[in-house]
C-alpha cells in the first residue's frame, strides 16, 4: 500500500474541489433524508411516479416507511463522511488508494443499487443514480493518469 505523499501524483485541485462539491451533495441528501423526511419522501414520490401509493399508505405504514427513509439517509450519510474523508485525505495527497477507495465504493453502490431500482421498476431512480455515479465518475476519470502513470 503506498501511503506517502507524492507530488508528482497530485491531482488537480479543480478536480479535487469537485469530488468535494459531489461528497457535499451525498451528505447533504442523506442528511436531508433524516431531518426532513416527509419532503424528501414526497420528492421521491414525484420523482418515481408513486405519490398515490405513498399518500394512500395507513399512518403506521408512513411511519415505517420514514423510519426506513431515515435509516438510509443516515446511511448515505455515513457513506458520505467516509467519501469526504478520502477526498479530503488520500486523494488530495495524490494516493492512489484515495482514488481505488472512491471508484470501488461508487461501483458498490452503483450496481446493486440501479439493478435493484430497475429490477423493481422504478428506472427513475436509476437514472438519479446514473446522475450521481456521472459527478464522480468526470473527476475519477480525468485523474486516472495522475494516480496510475503509464509504465514506461
Excluded at 477526498?87 to 452503483?110: D, M, N, P
Aim: aromatic share 14%; no cysteine.
Amino acid at each position: 500500500m503506498n501511503t506517502q505523499k507524492n507530488q508528482s501524483n497530485m491531482p488537480s485541485p479543480f478536480w479535487w474541489k469537485w469530488l468535494i462539491a459531489a461528497t457535499i451533495l451525498v451528505l447533504a441528501f442523506g442528511l436531508a433524508m433524516v431531518v426532513i423526511p416527509e419532503p424528501i419522501s414526497q420528492l421521491f414520490a414525484l420523482i418515481l411516479s408513486s405519490s398515490q401509493i405513498v399518500n394512500s399508505l395507513g399512518e403506521s405504514a408512513k411511519a415505517y416507511h420514514l423510519l426506513f427513509q431515515g435509516v438510509l439517509g443516515a446511511t448515505m450519510f455515513g457513506w458520505g463522511m467516509a467519501l469526504l474523508v478520502t477526498v479530503l485525505t488520500l486523494f488530495r495527497r495524490g494516493i492512489q488508494e484515495g482514488w481505488t477507495i472512491l471508484s470501488i465504493s461508487l461501483i458498490a453502490w452503483f450496481i446493486p443499487d440501479t439493478t435493484f431500482s430497475l429490477w423493481s421498476g422504478y428506472w427513475q431512480n436509476g437514472i438519479l443514480n446514473v446522475i450521481l455515479l456521472t459527478l464522480f465518475a468526470i473527476p475519477l476519470a480525468a485523474t486516472y493518469r495522475t494516480f496510475f502513470p503509464k509504465q514506461p
